[in-house]
């Protein structure tokens, strides 16, 4: 799905490179929790998926597609669809439906077809009641869910969520996870930004930056053996692998585990 | 909420009335055939005329006639005042006189002419906008001035910006609503002293608020982009518009009321 090679971006103007030498590949069908501290280039990163930035220096492949060729974008941004953190910011018409149909609109598609696009992503993330109702007048929540139905109208083979569940209430945040299983069951190739590690559980791979590089790269269990390095990444363990670690130290616990009420219970009561 | 409604459909009404179904292009284009009319009424009869035709469209297109003078509310005093002036301004045989202000018999008659010239112009142009949503307005909008881009004249940005404007009008509301607390919080005096002072007191309001539009801005076109967004170009609609064999009915039904009505007050 996507190739980085030797990845360097330095923004307009700016002395330091935002990101520099990142090798990466993502495989169709992956789910890759991003996660860093603030300004450890993790935005950057995802708009060089989506050839919102065209690297400095190296090679962005998406799908084979080179980033760097003009005549690319179009077919990289109809398989790369983007949700960012402010859903006021990427919502354009007033009305739902009409928000929806945006992207397929820029498409060119066939009336029938947007049609049936609109509705289909709108059931996928339970709006369809909405359909007709202003966009000013939905809740946080029900916003980010609207724009992440715009990005799936595009039907991409890859949805790329920059912090999408940063201004949601756990409600909210919730309703979006299920929504990403769901797709992730469907073969979406996802890429969730994030700062909150009780949000990617669901995740296959892990990929870690700091200072515009990456840091780490593994699965979950990994993740979370890494302990001694959280602090310098700038993260914070969930409490409850800091629990369980506690729970270990003092011989309570066979061995420490992942964030996950059930394994825990499993680990303590066998 | 009801004012913010205002705000972004405008005045629209929905209704399923034969005028609601009208092509926008085909309400925009009889619109200003009817204020060409509207322009050139003279004699009294054809003000009744006029007036019977205001009834029955308002009856047609399903709008109750007291919502319809609702909707030209906001500029009575623009008539009031363009009558006042035509009242005192016009010379002509005196038929009252108090210092230098002076009423002609041709000065009541140009008053009254105006008056209603100006109220029936709002009046009729008030049925577009209360039986076509924003979006269709839009869309008629654009497609009419699409030959002109020819030209130059950017069609489709201009209702591109149409309706982005219309969506953030909320949400700019929100925005100022916010920043002005939060200096109220910190002691911003806004509601005391002279306008310049006062003036003064809206900078701090008014900086943060340009940030924010910027930042927006430049968000907002990110995430077009990403959707692929190109311009008008190879772009199509969810809901194209269709020239219906009714829309050339009632093109030509204008066409014809409006040249009977003109050519009576010419007759007349
Ligand atoms: N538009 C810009 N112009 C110049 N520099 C920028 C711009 N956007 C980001 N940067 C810089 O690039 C670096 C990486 O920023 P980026 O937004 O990618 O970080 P991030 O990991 O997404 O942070 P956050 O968690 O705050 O969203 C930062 O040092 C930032 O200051
Ligand atoms: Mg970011």
Redesign the pocket.
């Known amino acids: 799905m996507f190739a980085l090679r030797g990845v360097s971006f330095t923004?307009?103007?700016?002395v330091?490179p935002?990101?520099g030498g990142v090798e990466l590949s993502i495989r169709n069908g992956e789910w890759v929790a991003l996660i860093?501290?603030?300004?450890?280039?993790?935005?950057?990163?995802?708009k060089l998926f989506n050839a919102l930035l065209i690297p400095t220096r190296g090679d962005c492949l998406v799908c084979g597609l080179k980033t760097d060729n003009e005549d690319n974008l179009w077919e990289i941004r109809r398989r790369v669809s983007m949700v960012f953190?402010n859903p006021d910011n990427q919502i354009v018409a007033s009305v739902v439906e009409e928000d929806v149909a945006f992207g397929p609109e820029n498409l060119g598609l066939p009336s029938s077809e947007i049609h049936e696009r609109v509705f289909d992503c709108l059931c996928l993330v339970g709006l369809e009641e909405k359909r007709r109702a202003p966009t000013y007048a939905l809740s946080g929540g029900q916003k980010q869910r609207l724009a992440i139905a715009g990005a799936l109208a595009m039907q991409p083979r890859c949805l790329v969520l920059?912090?999408a569940t940063a201004m949601l209430d756990p409600q909210g945040r919730e309703d979006v996870l299920k929504i990403l299983r769901d797709l992730h069951k469907r073969g979406m190739t996802l890429v969730q930004?994030t700062?909150r590690l009780d949000e990617i559980l669901d995740a296959t791979r892990v990929v870690v930056?700091g200072k515009?590089k990456i840091a780490w790269a593994g699965d979950l269990a990994g993740l979370f053996a890494m302990r001694d390095c959280f602090n310098e990444w700038g993260l914070e363990m969930p409490p409850l692998v800091r629990f369980s670690r506690k729970l270990q130290e003092r011989n309570l616990l066979p061995k420490a585990c992942l964030p996950f009420v059930k394994e825990l219970l499993e680990n303590l009561c066998p | 909420m009801k004012f913010l409604n205002h705000l972004t459909l405008g005045q629209y009404i929905p209704a399923d009335s034969p005028v609601h179904r009208l092509d926008p292009r085909c309400k925009i284009l009889s619109v200003v055939l009817l204020l060409a009319g509207i322009f050139m009424m003279k004699h009294p009869v054809a003000f009744i005329a006029w007036g019977i035709f205001l009834l029955f469209l308002s009856r047609f297109s399903r709008i109750p006639f007291r919502v319809v003078i609702q909707g030209a509310r906001p500029v009575i005093i623009l008539v009031l005042f363009t009558a006042g002036i035509h009242l005192f301004l016009t010379r002509g045989i005196t038929l009252w006189e108090w210092g230098p202000l002076s009423v002609t018999k041709e000065g009541v008659g140009m008053a009254f002419r105006m008056g209603l010239r100006l109220s029936f112009l709002v009046l009729f142009a008030g049925f577009l906008t209360l039986t076509t949503s924003p979006m269709e307005l839009s869309d008629g909008l654009e497609s009419l001035f699409r030959p002109f881009q020819r030209f130059g004249f950017p069609a489709h940005e201009m209702a591109m910006m149409m309706t982005i404007a219309l969506r953030f009008i909320p949400t700019l509301f929100d925005e100022t609503d916010r920043i002005l607390r939060a200096q109220l919080a910190r002691g911003a005096d806004l509601d005391h002293g002279g306008i310049l002072r006062r003036m003064k007191a809206f900078i701090p309001v008014l900086v943060p608020l340009f940030v924010i539009v910027f930042q927006r801005a430049e968000d907002l076109a990110q995430a077009m982009e990403a959707r692929c967004y190109r311009g008008g170009t190879g772009r199509s609609r969810m809901n194209p518009l269709r020239w219906k064999r009714t829309d050339t009915f009632a093109m030509a039904g204008t066409l014809v009321i409006v040249a009977i009505f003109v050519l009576m007050d010419l007759g007349a």
């Open positions: 923004y307009p103007g700016a330091t935002a990101l860093g501290a603030n300004g450890s280039g993790k935005s950057t990163l995802a953190q920059d912090e930004i700062h930056l515009g």
